[in-house]
């Protein structure tokens, strides 16, 4: 019994070396054409192999996610044609979270418009939205940690941008009133940072 379960599992280990190698070529046929392997999940090749999801198994058994055997010459197979160990939230993040700093130099807070792309192509503007949606729980996903909340805290993020326009229009019409004694406010009034608050 026992030299059946050995000759078992040999023919077990010889199945899943050659399934990796054979999912590893088209890896590494998908890198030769596109120079990344930035695949999604459900990408399948055209031989119907689901190199996504082989890719996305291969990072969550490095990452110790799920029981898997990667050995380390597998990984460096794998890094040899570019692989990103880093799950897709974690690179958006690295992507994403400088332009928020080098914005927050520029501007000294981070009130970006949903439509803001930065001069080197970066959709800043989506991705605070995105964020902005996930935090007030209208959106899921994995974008945010209490670690990049955090983050973005230091640099003034602006988490309701409705209640942030509220309050400074608000701090806006005190200053007049304390200015004028009263809130007839002219249609045209603009205040001295260029609120129309008329």
């Known amino acids: ?28 046929d998908y890198y030769s ?9 459900r990408y ?19 990452a110790g996610k799920i029981p898997g055997i990667l050995t380390t010459e597998q990984v460096k197979q794998l890094e040899s044609i570019g692989i990103r160990w880093e799950d897709k939230a974690e690179m958006s993040w690295n992507k994403y979270f400088p332009a ?16 803001y792309i930065t001069p080197d192509g970066i959709n800043l503007g989506n991705w605070i939205t995105n964020l ?11 974008l945010l940690t209490d670690e990049h909340i955090t983050a973005l805290d230091s640099l003034s993020m ?8 509220w309050e400074r229009n608000y701090a806006a019409c005190v200053a007049y009133h304390v200015k004028n004694r009263n809130m007839d406010v002219p249609i045209n009034y603009a205040s001295e940072d260029g609120l129309r608050i008329g």
């Open 100 to 115: 928020c700093q080098e914005y927050f130099k520029q501007h000294g807070n981070l009130d970006i418009k949903a439509d």
């Open 44 to 62: 399948k090749t055209s031989d119907n192999l689901a190199l996504g999801s082989w890719l996305l198994t291969q990072k969550r058994v490095k």
């Open 132 to 142: 902005r949606q996930q935090k007030a729980g209208n959106m899921s996903g994995n």
């Open 33 to 41: 054409e596109h120079n990344n392997l930035d695949i999604p999940k």
């Open 158 to 165: 602006i988490w309701d941008k409705i209640s942030f326009l």
């Open 1 to 28: 019994e026992l030299r059946d379960c050995r000759e078992l599992f040999d023919g077990l280990q010889k199945t899943l070396t050659a399934s990796w190698e054979l999912m590893f070529k088209a890896a590494t």
